[in-house]
Nanobody, 123 residues
Framework: QVQLVESGGGLVQAGGSLRLSCAAS????????MGWFRQAPGKEREFVAA????????WYSNSVKGRFTISRDNAKNTVDLQMNSLIPEDTAVYYC????????????????WGQGTQVTVSS
């Protein structure tokens, strides 16, 4: 059973940066496509970014493209989300997710989820 634990959330002013990290345990990390998702109050969960199993390919939602960067370290079993130029609309609970196999599309096939970390961007 894969376990994912996020960290790095917090309160930041608009224009600032945060780096989220997700630590994985209990599985073979390098076989998992990984992703970040978020859910704002009163809204449905949405895709933010994903990264292929070896880290060579990344995908982003249009709303974060150019501001956020997803990366992974298969030796450390971690996946990070560097968030720059944050805006109040980025306020949400951010979730790390994993899929045993290649990335397909958005949240398709993601079977393992972390507990989430709160990101709040003040204006």
């Amino acid at each position: 059973q894969v376990q994912l634990v996020e960290s790095g959330g917090g309160l930041v002013q608009a224009g600032g940066s945060l780096r989220l990290s997700c630590a994985a345990s209990g599985g073979t990390f390098s076989t998992y496509a990984m992703g970040w998702f978020r859910q704002a109050p009163g809204k449905e969960r949405e895709f933010v970014a994903a990264i292929s199993r070896r880290g060579g390919t990344t995908w982003y939602s249009n709303s974060v493209k150019g501001r956020f960067t997803i990366s992974r370290d298969n030796a450390k079993n971690t996946v990070d989300l560097q968030m720059n130029s944050l805006i109040p609309e980025d306020t949400a609970v951010y979730y790390c997710a994993g899929r045993d196999g290649p990335y397909i599309d958005r949240d398709v096939g993601f079977e393992y989820w972390g507990q989430g970390t709160q990101v709040t961007v003040s204006s």
